[in-house]
């Protein structure tokens, strides 16, 4: 006897329900915390030679407070001064087989791409429809030592005027755990030497 074929899910409930991990940028309202951006650039000024170096960022994520950065951005479109003086970011790296090479061993690499490193985090790839540029971006490497200030009225320039883009924003709680993770990093406490322990271990 012939067996019914089994129904068919709709279309809406075939899906993946995958978390969602990104949000496209709003390109006409306030910078985000988590918000990735790329083609920016920043100034570094060497008192030595009194000139200005330029660094050029591929990508970097935004990592001031989304309150910081909406107050500010609702009082310069008031025509108020911001009271935000510089955005803080960190650079970001494209996962390249090279990057790859650097960052050490198998050990250090399987801990990197699971979060577990803390000087890292990585964050997976974009797809075009969750990036404002419609390109897409590939998988990053976000270095917390590689963290910089751009004053707030330029990085506003850059985006609007210039080469910059603003393309993705991490979304809860993918958002809260890159800044728990950054947290954790900038508390980090050096000690003079670790403790020695001396007693001898005791199976159950």
């Not at 006897?1 to 390109?27: C, D, F, H, W």
């Not at 330029?54 to 951005?73: F, G, K, M, N």
């Amino acid at each position: 006897m012939t067996q019914p074929n089994p129904p068919q899910l709709p279309v809406e409930l075939a899906v993946s329900t995958r978390p969602i991990i990104y949000s496209k940028s709003s390109g006409g309202a306030e910078l985000r915390q988590g918000e990735i951006i790329s083609n920016i650039i920043s100034y570094n000024y060497d008192s030595s030679s009194e000139g200005v170096v330029e660094i050029r960022h591929a990508y970097a994520i935004v990592i001031s407070q989304d309150c910081d950065l909406l107050w500010d951005y609702q009082n310069r479109a008031d025509g108020k001064l911001g009271e935000l003086s510089c955005v803080l970011l960190a650079h970001a790296e494209v996962i390249s087989p090279e990057w790859r090479k650097e960052a050490g061993g198998r050990d250090i690499w399987k801990r990197i791409i699971q979060n577990k490193d803390e000087r890292y985090h990585a964050l997976e790839s974009v797809s075009s429809d969750t990036d404002l540029n419609g390109d897409g971006i590939p998988d990053l490497v976000v270095d917390f030592k590689g963290v910089f200030t751009i004053p707030t009225t330029e990085i506003y320039i850059q985006i609007n005027e210039g080469e910059g883009r603003r393309r993705s924003v991490l979304e809860m709680p993918y958002r809260e755990h890159f800044q728990s993770r950054l947290a954790f990093y900038l508390q980090r406490v050096s000690l003079p030497d670790q403790h020695k322990i001396t007693s001898a271990s005791t199976s159950a």
